[in-house]
């Protein structure tokens, strides 16, 4: 399903279920069961932006495969949104009294309560706390793949807040990646064409793609297994083409929510020591990373601040380095 919005804030928002869009001398055409719909006139495209309903980085990655969605390709060059090199005064992240609540029939569930917290550019910051204490509630807000119920989030010195679900889009795939600990991978694609799909996303032309996607995979250990399928690899390899994919389009922002949840210690051990490369390579400007994990070891070793979250509140605040 997909929600059409005219650019610049038009009053009206529909959305489509059996429409056929077609796109005709730079005009944007509706038409239902072969009707045009009478209440709509063609609209300039430079002013239209289409997005799947839902935003999820699956929606992210799924609307680059959808064929309905693909005029998007084209529509979303001519969005207004603005450079997300914004001034962020030394901030990648600041977080100002930020709630997310739930509620469930009479129950509140505050699953993230008031919290405020800054994430300085380039810093490595670990988000630690039991089960069901917030964790992955908050990054996802941070991520700006949910909206809090009150509060604000900036990042890179953007508030979340004013961007349209497309301008989201738009930011996380050109700022922010982001690593889970289920991988996410699409099981139908080759390790090459889930690393490809945030530049196809970003509208990279298809020439210039495939050395940025044998870059990422070459960076991450994976150049031989270019045409595998997920299905094909193990667990570590398939988060590292996770992270590859998370990376391709050079985001100043890594967000992982427990990366080393799915592997053996070992494995585990590998992939912390590819997102620390991330966080400072050897060579080329590094990276911010927040990292959930309930591993308090990882978090001593890797991060340079520990902030533990206890029933959607901060409890403790670690400086490590
Ligand atoms: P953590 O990642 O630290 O394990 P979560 O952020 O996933 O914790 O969840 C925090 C709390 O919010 C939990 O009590 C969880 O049940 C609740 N929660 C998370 N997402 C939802 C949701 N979509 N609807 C209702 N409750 C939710
Ligand atoms: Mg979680």
Redesign the pocket.
């Known amino acids: 399903m997909c929600n059409l919005r005219p650019g610049g804030g038009s009053p009206y928002f529909m959305t489509i279920h059996f429409f056929m869009i077609i796109i005709k001398q730079n005009r944007v055409r509706f038409c239902h069961f072969g009707k045009s719909w009478p209440a709509l006139q063609p609209i300039p495209r430079s002013r239209v932006n289409l997005t799947l309903s839902n935003p999820s980085p699956a929606n992210d990655l799924f609307r680059a495969r959808n064929s309905c969605v693909k005029p998007l390709h084209v529509t979303l060059r001519s969005m207004n949104v603005r450079d997300a090199a914004a001034s962020a005064n030394g901030f990648a992240i600041r977080a100002e009294q930020v709630s997310r609540h739930?509620k469930?029939g009479e129950v509140l569930?505050r699953?993230?309560n008031e919290i405020s917290l800054e994430v300085a550019a380039g810093e490595f910051l670990a988000l630690l706390?039991?089960?069901?204490?917030?964790?992955?509630?908050?990054l996802n807000l941070m991520a700006g793949l949910d909206r809090p119920t009150s509060g604000a989030i900036h990042a890179l010195g953007r508030d979340l807040a004013t961007m349209s679900s497309e301008d989201l889009a738009t930011h996380r795939n050109r700022t922010i990646g982001i690593v889970f600990q289920s991988f996410q991978l699409l099981p139908r694609m080759t390790l090459e064409e889930n690393v490809e799909l945030p530049l196809r996303l970003g509208e990279m032309p298809r020439s210039e793609r495939p050395a940025h996607v044998r870059e990422a995979l070459e960076r991450v250990g994976l150049a031989a297994r270019t045409r595998h399928r997920p299905t094909e690899l193990s667990g570590g390899e398939q988060q590292r083409a996770a992270i590859a994919r998370a990376l391709v389009n050079q985001p100043k922002i890594l967000l992982a929510?427990e990366p080393t949840g799915n592997l053996d210690t070992k494995t585990g051990e590998e992939i912390m020591s590819l997102i620390a490369g991330i966080h400072r390579p050897p060579s080329g400007p590094g990276r911010t990373i927040i990292m959930?994990t309930h591993e308090r070891g990882l978090a001593e070793r890797y991060a340079d601040r520990i902030v533990t979250?206890s029933d959607?509140a901060i409890s403790r605040e670690e400086r490590l380095r």
């Open positions: 739930y469930m569930i699953a993230v706390g039991a089960s069901g204490s917030g964790k992955s509630t908050l929510d959930v979250l959607g």
